[in-house]
């Protein structure tokens, strides 16, 4: 089986891929200085708890925007499960599409996974927007060229803010207001409607005049944890892939093997 391992800012996501059908998914908090042993230790325990053994992992493939965690994540590869890991976006599983920005080396390892796993799923002009520690939109063209972007704030990267630059507001838990009333009552339903209708409107108002400027029909797929949250109370989306960074590289490792 593979092992898809999708390193981002906040979290290192380690999926178990079995064909096209993802068996089991983990994840555990960023941190560069993390061995390849403390990961294995972590990771083995997981996979006897789902009942897979370490031997069934047999390929390794890595996207990261955390370039002080691959070592470590590569030396987990070859130790442990021996075999040597694919990095995203380098031989044998470059992108394959096109990547039409001004600096393209700059772009994130997961915006271009996500890119690829959304046009082998739908047709047409697409919009991905990824709720990450960031929250990111990412545009491609019906040929599947990467055109551009947006990134923003990530809701809980917001949240934190707030919280740490006003003494007097309490940490709260991000959800969906329990009313479709703007004007709180007390502070708590009023951060949590600011925070929660204010992203709203900043996804609908991006998506919007992105749309506009491209001037063609195009489809919104969400990714990411917190996509469904937001679901309940906006149309904005076509569809929602959870998964869609796994399942994106699982697609590039299929390629490179055909």
């Known amino acids: 089986m593979l092992l898809a391992i999708d390193a981002g800012n906040t979290n290192v996501v380690f999926a178990l891929v079995d064909g096209e ?5 983990w994840r555990i908090a960023t941190d560069p200085r993390r061995t390849a042993d403390e990961y294995a230790v972590w990771l083995s325990q997981l ?4 009942g897979f053994d370490h031997k069934s992992v047999s390929a390794v493939i890595i996207a990261t925007v955390v370039p002080r965690a691959l070592h470590n994540l590569q030396v987990l590869a070859s130790k442990y499960f021996r075999t040597e890991a694919l990095i995203a976006g380098r031989p044998p599983v ?3 599409v096109a990547i039409d920005v001004d600096e393209p080396a700059s772009l994130g390892a997961d915006r271009a996974v996500n890119t690829i796993a959304a046009h082998a799923l739908y047709e047409g002009d697409l919009i991905v927007i990824d709720f990450g520690t960031a929250t990111t939109f990412d545009l491609s063209d019906y040929s599947g060229a990467y055109k551009g972007g947006i990134i923003a704030p990530g809701i809980n990267l917001s949240l934190d803010a707030l ?3 006003a003494a007097k507001l309490p940490r709260i838990a991000i959800e969906a207001p329990a009313t479709d009333s703007v004007i709180g009552r007390n502070t708590v339903d009023q951060m949590n409607i600011g925070i929660y209708w204010g992203y709203i409107g900043m ?4 998506v919007a005049r992105m749309k506009a400027e491209v001037g063609r029909p195009v489809k919104v797929i969400a990714t990411g944890g917190l996509a469904t949250l937001f679901e309940q109370h906006t149309n904005v989306f076509d569809a929602i892939e959870p998964d869609l960074t796994i399942q994106g590289l699982a697609m590039m490792w299929r390629r490179a093997h055909m």
Request: avoid cysteine; hydrophobic fraction near 55%; glycine fraction near 10%.
């Open 21 to 25: 059908r993802i068996a089991a998914r």
């Open 203 to 206: 996804i609908e108002g991006l």
């Open 94 to 96: 470059e992108w394959g």
């Open 47 to 50: 996979l006897s708890l789902e």
């Open 163 to 165: 919280v740490s630059a």
